[in-house]
């Protein structure tokens, strides 16, 4: 149960940065890694946090629902 609850709150986090970085990231920055763009980077980096928030969610919530009988 507590490794289903450490995992819906890390996926909550990963979520919420991710749409952060998406939405606001990288606006009003120069500079960049190579040839991308600060806003490409922050892109990037907001795809694979909400990826990885909305994977842990759903194991997190997997795990609970399991746990409680379901």
Do not use: K, N, T
């Amino acid at each position: 149960m507590a490794l289903g609850l450490l995992l819906l709150l890390a996926g909550s986090g990963g979520v919420g940065y991710g749409l952060y970085a998406l939405l606001r990231g990288g606006r009003g920055q120069s500079g960049g890694i190579g040839p991308l763009p600060e806003r490409g980077v922050h892109v990037i980096a907001g795809l694979r946090m909400l990826v990885v928030g909305a994977v842990c969610l759903v194991a997190g919530g997997y795990l609970l629902w399991s746990y409680f009988g379901g």
